[in-house]
């Protein structure tokens, strides 16, 4: 904590020696009401700006720009913004750097908006470099805060160009610049290679890094040769302690590898297809030995078979209850882990990671490509179970962060509940009614025709396979002729290969996500789905997919712990392009496919990262000014 308190004053210090205005000078005479300078100096923020509102003139002047650095000293955030407004109405004061000051105190309390309100009323007002590159460093402080490091990198890149170009110091730019940077995708760095030199020569770092990462040697020669390319780049300010971390991140070495899971009871069979996809990895791994150990044996005696083995890491266990059990025993606490599943509790050790096939993961997926779509309302279909409420609960907590339009929502109990469900969100009953008024009004026949809402611009359906099947065609024959077709989609728990290798059903249309192994045309290992096929032709959907996890699992340990610090990596595996957070949660983006003429065909669809409300308001302001 003290740290941050004295980078919170540096940082400050920095953005008030930008100001031209000269503060008013410390005089005998002016401190003398003051009762003395040592008081001032031991005052508290709160005190000395009380006592600047009963002065005048360059001492009132000089109390609140001390109110101002013990304010920042104190992390009194709304205090700052009180004594910047009361420096607003004085004259003498430059008003830019005061601004900047307020939407500083503003982005510390977390009001965004109103942050990057002020910051865009100043953008024709930014004549001084030193105050252009400090609007710069706050608005991509603001965007980064809200973990959105590709808007953020534009500005950071403003402020670090022209920092560089007239020699100005921002203390922790390079650092937080760096920091946002290794947040990205090799294809969003590859995007942002281009401009001038200095944003060239940040990404190509950054590049770099992610390429060599865990070869040392090329590291050091790509390094070597980035210096020569880009000499005095503000980038060496941040090179020499992060290359050492960096390069000693070489790839995990596994002598012995121990994969708990399930091998006796009643999920046997979950562990069986697990062993499964463990062995087929292995078989391009670089792991001496790997032990198989049954998850429901006691803590005790994984314990002991554990102290015996002494394992190089661990994956596993599988079931939730495992976890938990292993949690509270503190079986597993001294061993890197990947878990085989997600954890509620707090992770033990920064060695523990978490991989679970979270349908989450898609609902998100599918959320960020509504919005980049630009649809407006979606329909959300799901059973009225426990899995279905939750995930329509995610999907609404997500939503309301980037559009103030609620979705519409339809949770069915059974197949005989459907119709009358989604009859009822489209509104085609009201319309009955209407056609009934109607015809009761005249004794001749009057030809009609039922009319769905029109409001409702995407469908998103969270059912099973079978219920899937059972939904599209309600949709379709409710859907109003005189309506635009609306778009469906749907998640993995719509696709089955077991279903459509009989029967894909009236699915024309359909998009969904899925994962590559299990979409025969995104497969690139085709010798391991030609193998597979041969050996279990029958396996069950759950069997399949749980054989990906597992060979992901084992195929992505030597790079576990690069993925782990750097964010931006990603891991092309069965299960999806696989990435790790910072509290050790294995995300997965996966593919998008579509039912087309009784076929399944790979579509690209279009996502990027939603901006979120408080953005979209402050981006609003800015176009109107």
Known sequence: MRLKLVSLVIILSGLSACSTTEKPTKTTENLSSANSTSQIQTADAQSMY??????????????????????????????????????????????VQNKLYIAFAQKQQNKNNAALEILASLDNQLSQPEHFAWHQYLTASVYASQNLPKEAMTYFFRASETASKNNLTIPQLNRDLWQNLQQLSSYALERFNRGSVVQQGWVNLALYHQVYLGAPVELDQAINNWQRRYPGHPAIDVLPKKVAELMAI???????????????????????????????????????????????????????????????????????????????????????????????????????????????????????HFLTVGYQKPMLLAPNNSAGQRLVDFFNMQWQRYSETAPQVGLYNNKEDMPTTIVSLLEVDKSKERIATVKALFKQEVESETRSRRDIDVIYILGDAIETRLIKPYLDVNVSTFADRIPLYASSKSHSKQIDSTDKGDLDGLYFTELPWMLSGQITDHTLRQQYNSLWPEQADISQRLFAMAYDSVAMLSNITQLSMIPGKRFNGLTGQLSITSDGQVNRHLNWAQYKDRQIQAVQLETTAPLPLFMQSASTVSDSE
């Not at 005048?56 to 002047?61: F, L, V």
């Not at 101002?68 to 004085?90: F, K, N």
């Not at 790997?290 to 190089?312: G, H, W, Y």
Request: contains cysteine; charged residues 20%.
């Open 50 to 95: 009380q006592l600047a509102l009963n002065r005048q003139g360059a001492d009132k002047i000089q109390l609140l720009y001390s109110a101002r650095d013990a304010a920042i000293t104190e992390q009194q955030w709304p205090l700052l913004e009180l004594v910047c407004t009361e420096l607003e109405r004085t004259p003498s004061v430059d008003q």
């Open 250 to 368: 070489e790839p995990l070495k596994i002598e012995r590898l121990v994969v708990l899971l399930p091998q006796s009871g009643a999920n046997e069979r979950l562990g069986d297809a697990l062993k499964a996809g463990a062995l087929a990895a292995l078989d391009n791994a670089s792991i001496g030995e790997t032990i198989f150990i049954d998850e429901m044996l006691s803590p005790a005696e994984i314990s002991a078979k554990l102290l015996e083995i002494q394992p190089s890491f661990i994956v596993g266990p599988l079931l939730k209850g495992s976890i938990d059990k292993f949690t509270v025993s503190k079986t597993l606490l001294d061993y890197p882990v990947l878990h085989l599943n997600s954890f509620d509790g707090e992770r033990q050790s920064a060695q523990h990671y978490f991989f679970a096939l979270n349908p989450e993961h898609e609902v998100q997926q599918a959320l960020e």
